[in-house]
């Protein structure tokens, strides 16, 4: 069970600071105060610290008192869950802190909003779900009787917890969803894999066998290359051929000797005695004549000249000439002889040069005869047809053969897809016998957890339970002239009877404290059904704002009566102008728009 015990706050709505109020101490108080004074906030304020929201939506600026120089307000609450204390403090100003203590344990999460969502799981009832059960005021009635036959049944779904089934059931509906994709995807694939089984199954898929390519003729290529090349040059060829054939005469013309002087003879030193020779000789002539010249006496010195020596001279000197000049005659003939000779060797030696000159220049190898173009074009045509009858058959190979291997290729290529889609077909037949399987079974969990599966069941027992609650304090409340009657219609209807003295009537048909003895008993019957439900989430708290003020005297003291009576709550009667002499009170005065508890 939960037990709200001590809120504290100061500056939130039209409060001012330190404001305590003890929610576990009495049965039953009186909140008393003027209309305006702010006893109706109460209920917000802890609405605020517990959920971070109130059921009027006001915003949290406009939660601060505006009448109070404060910039910031704070909301403290003491609760506790079995054996478990809780300590909720949020100040909030132009940031908001929120501190969560359990057992004197700081167990506040990073920030404000997990911190409220872990309050949430704490009491174990959402936000809306608590304000119908702890509060309720005579201007509104109980959402669960005001809602129409459709959502009647959502709405006590919702307010007896029983929407965890329904939670359970969406699941599983989405679930079936997500497996009904997967099945129209399965399927669809199934479909396409089977339609290219049977697409490809009736290809030719019978492999062919390629054909013979012709090889190329390298020779009569290069033949023909040279053929274009000559053709070409043919007038530069043609005219080597003269011209070689032209050194061919030319050295052919050229008699060598067949034995060749030799050239080594050196006749200088012949030469020279020549000179030598000749040179006496004319000295001894000159001398001879110049002696014979002279007379008796001499013409220098005057002196007589002696024959016998002059004769004895000139016959001296005769003999140089006669022996020089028979030298003279002999080098002579041996120089000319060796003239001839070094000629002669010259000219072999010219004519060995020539030959050689000219053997170098001549190709042998160069045809003698001159080339005929038109014999060589017809040379060439007949290569170059043969040539290109071969490249015809290669490129006609070639394509045929590209058009095998093409088709073989697909062949592979088809016989690999199918397999691979035989494959596929196989585990997509499993899948979608599983997906199948599943939806069978999600099927039935979806219906066992929908509206009108378990949940229906369950509300039909529960409906049974309400019903006898509802009567036995509707019972009490009207001296037992109402009764209530509540029958499930249909997948999501709930009807509400009302029953006066015996005669059916339409619940909007109530005066207003008749409405309010209604409200009254349904509320405290289900907050009864809850408590047996879900114990952990039993609160100790009820606000009955201005409830009693449309009751007669009879039907207040009844509802004081019953409320005393009750185990475990802790009820506020809220009013303006009702007080019972009995009941602890606590007042709510205003002074300068501030509002303060009085005890």
Request: with cysteine.
């Given at each position: ?10 500056n ?9 109020i ?6 039953l ?21 517990l ?23 704070s909301?403290?609450?003491e ?39 872990m ?37 006590l ?7 965890r ?18 099945l ?22 019978v492999?062919k ?20 090349t ?49 040179k ?63 000629r002669?060797?010259a000219?072999?030696?010219?004519a ?9 220049l ?70 979608v ?29 529960l ?7 509802s ?14 009657s ?81 185990t ?11 007080t ?15 509002s303060?508890?009085?005890?």
């Amino acid at each position: 069970m939960i037990t709200l015990k001590r809120m504290t706050w100061s500056n939130a709505f039209s409060y001012g600071a330190s404001n305590t109020i003890d929610f576990s101490t009495n049965k039953l108080t009186q909140l008393i105060g003027s209309n305006g004074n702010g006893k109706t906030s109460i209920a917000l304020i802890l609405e605020e610290v517990l959920y971070n929201k109130n059921t009027k939506g006001i915003k949290k600026t406009n939660i601060l008192n505006r009448y109070c120089k404060e910039k910031e307000y704070s909301i403290e609450l003491e609760f506790s869950k079995g054996a478990h204390e809780y300590i909720i403090n949020t100040v909030r100003g132009s940031t908001q802190k929120v501190t969560l203590l359990e057992n004197g344990n700081d167990i506040s999460a990073h920030t404000a909003t997990a911190t409220y969502k872990m309050i949430e799981e704490i009491i174990g009832l959402e936000h809306k779900t608590f304000a119908q059960i702890v509060y309720q005021s005579s201007s509104t009635s109980l959402e669960f009787l005001r809602s129409p036959d459709t959502a009647r049944k959502k709405f006590l779904i919702e307010l007896l917890n029983l929407g965890r089934y329904t939670k359970i059931g969406e699941y599983f509906k989405k679930e079936v969803s997500l497996l009904g994709r997967d099945l129209d995807v399965a399927t669809g694939k199934q479909e396409t894999v089977q339609q290219w089984i049977t697409k490809y199954a009736k290809s030719d898929l019978v492999l062919k066998q390629r054909v013979a390519v012709p090889k190329v003729d390298e020779l009569s290529i290069s033949e023909a290359a040279e053929l274009r090349t000559t053709i070409r040059n043919i007038e530069a060829i043609n005219k080597r051929i003269i011209q070689n054939n032209t050194y061919k005469n030319m050295r052919n013309s050229i008699v060598l000797p067949i034995s060749v002087p030799s050239s080594e003879t050196d006749s200088s030193v012949d030469v020279v005695a020549k000179a030598n020779s000749d040179k006496t000789v004319s000295d001894a002539t000159l001398f001879i004549s110049k002696m014979r010249r002279l007379d008796a006496v001499c013409p220098t010195c005057t002196q007589d000249i002696d024959a016998d020596k002059i004769a004895a001279l000139v016959a001296e000197h005769t003999h140089l000439v006669t022996t020089h000049t028979s030298l003279s005659k002999e080098l002579g003939k041996k120089i000319l002889e060796a003239g001839v000779s070094k000629r002669e060797a010259a000219a072999a030696k010219e004519a060995q040069e020539d030959w050689e000159k000219y053997h170098l220049l001549i190709d042998d190898s160069m045809e003698a005869e001159t080339l005929d173009k038109e014999t060589l074009v017809s040379s060439l045509e007949i290569l170059e047809t043969s040539i290109a009858a071969i490249s015809a058959s290669i490129t006609a190979a070639n394509t045929a053969n590209e058009t095998v291997e093409g088709h073989n290729n697909k062949v592979a290529l088809l016989e690999t897809q199918l397999e691979e889609m035989r494959t596929d077909l196989v585990g997509l037949d499993v899948a979608v016998s599983d997906i199948n399987d599943k939806l069978s079974l999600l099927a039935i969990l979806s219906k066992t957890f929908s509206t009108t599966g378990l949940v229906a069941y369950k509300i039909e027992a529960l409906v049974v339970d309400l019903q006898e609650l509802s009567n036995n304090y509707l019972t009490d409340l009207s001296a037992g002239r109402f009764q209530i009657s509540f029958q499930v219609s249909g997948a999501d209807k709930l009807n509400v009877i009302i029953t006066d003295n015996g005669n059916d009537i339409d619940i909007q048909a109530l005066s207003a404290g008749e409405m309010a003895r209604v409200n009254v008993a349904v509320l405290l019957a289900i907050r009864k059904l809850m408590s047996s439900l879900y114990e952990e989430s039993r609160l100790n708290l009820l606000f009955l704002d201005e409830t009693v003020s449309s009751l007669d005297a009879e039907g207040k003291e009844r509802l004081i009566e019953i409320l005393l009576e009750e185990t475990e709550l802790n009820t506020f009667l809220v009013s303006h102008d009702f007080t019972h002499p009995l009941l602890e009170k606590v007042s709510v005065v205003k002074h300068n728009n501030i509002s303060e508890i009085e005890l």
